[in-house]
């Protein structure tokens, strides 16, 4: 918005010239996510907790230790992050680039899924919140959608390709089968942020460190003259999906002021299935979704060790881990809450870090 309102004066008034820069927009992106989710947390959470007064349900079969540390806690704290994002990138991103608003489909598409899920949970006293089919149907129809939309502006031959990282330029064509790949992308990185939100502050920071890296991958490959030196696919219009990034990180950050340990709310499925979505999508269009897998992979793992629990129980009675997903593993052989959260941020960096050197490493 303030893109397409300032610039044009910059024939007048040089200053204005500043709105020309990506990088510029993205720190402004940033900066306004951050004070809208910090400057309204404390009102947010006083209307969340007044409306629940109970707070996030609990699960039984969970960690102990949580029904009384956790007791009372409000959920939906994801509102608080979603508004910082929208807010955001609104205000700073070039609203004629529809890749933007693809990103935003899906980032509120999964909210509302996920808004919906939690409002049940909490008016329902009850950790069963939308049954697991019908969620996973809405979100393949929101993440199809905004697919559809992106195959269509992509520029060709881009369209429905897989880039292969540590290969210079080495991309397979997947035609229209690309779309359903994609789609899963989407969702499964929506349910695998879901399952990592497990404890205070665990998951936003992860999730941050991966937008910033995908923040710093659409920029590159948005920039024909960075991308040719990298020999990556230039993707034009890709790099604008920066400033989205930019605002997920600042909102993120204003948001962890509160769910730092102990945290005084829950981002709750309103939450962790927008911003995993909104991470698939991102790397969707930036045609880089394998690396996603190395960037987010600890949510990879966390996915990894609930599906290694569940085939192993059904299959031969016995459970791989004390408990699943992996986060809970550790706080059953008595690790402290802060320590597994600190330790997971570590990883997350590592992994970031050699995602990153895939860009390279060609």
């Known amino acids: 918005m303030l893109f397409d309102l300032l610039y044009p004066l910059s ?53 102990q230790s949580h029904l009384t540390s956790k007791k009372g806690t409000p959920t939906m704290g994801g509102f608080l992050i979603l508004l910082g994002i929208f807010v955001g990138t609104l205000l700073w991103a070039d609203l004629r680039n529809r890749f933007i608003w693809a990103v935003l489909l899906v980032t509120m598409g999964f909210g509302m899924i996920g808004f ?53 330029r080495v991309s397979i064509e997947l035609g229209w089968f690309f779309i359903p790949f994609a789609v899963f992308v989407i969702v499964g990185a929506s349910n695998a942020v879901n399952l990592t939100d497990g404890l205070d502050g665990l998951a936003i920071v992860p999730v941050m460190i991966a937008s910033a890296t995908f923040g710093l991958i659409a920029y590159l490959v948005g920039n024909a003259v960075f991308a040719n030196y990298l020999e990556l696919h230039f993707i034009p219009g890709a790099g604008e999906l920066a400033v989205f990034c930019g605002a997920l990180v600042g909102s993120g950050l204003g948001f ?39 960037v987010g992979g600890l949510f990879v793992l966390e996915t990894i060790s609930v599906v290694v629990q569940v ?41 970031a870090l050699i995602g990153l050197a895939t860009l390279k490493l060609r």
């Open 11 to 63: 024939r007048d008034y040089k200053i204005f010239n500043l709105f020309r820069y990506l990088s510029f927009r993205t720190e402004g992106a940033v900066l306004t996510a951050l004070l809208v989710s910090f400057l309204l947390g404390p009102r947010v959470i006083g209307w969340l907790r007044a409306r629940q007064r109970l707070g996030q349900p609990i699960r039984a079969d969970g960690p």
């Open 116 to 168: 919906a899920d939690d409002l049940l949970k909490v008016t329902r006293h009850n950790v069963r919140g939308i049954p697991g089919k019908l969620k996973l149907l809405l979100e393949v129809l929101f993440a199809a959608l905004a697919m559809v939309l992106i195959v269509y502006v992509t520029t060709p031959p881009f369209a429905t390709t897989l880039d292969i990282p540590f290969f210079k």
């Open 256 to 294: 962890l002021w509160y769910n730092a340990p102990p945290a005084m709310v829950f981002m709750g499925d309103t939450g962790s299935l927008a911003i995993g979505g909104a991470l698939g999508i991102v790397s969707v269009v930036t045609k880089n979704e394998l690396v996603l897998a190395i």
């Open 311 to 351: 085939v192993s129980f059904k299959l031969t009675g016995r459970r791989v881990f004390r408990m699943a997903p992996l986060h809970h593993h550790f706080e059953q052989k008595g690790w402290a809450e802060p320590t597994v959260v600190i330790r997971f941020w570590i990883i997350a960096v590592i992994l």
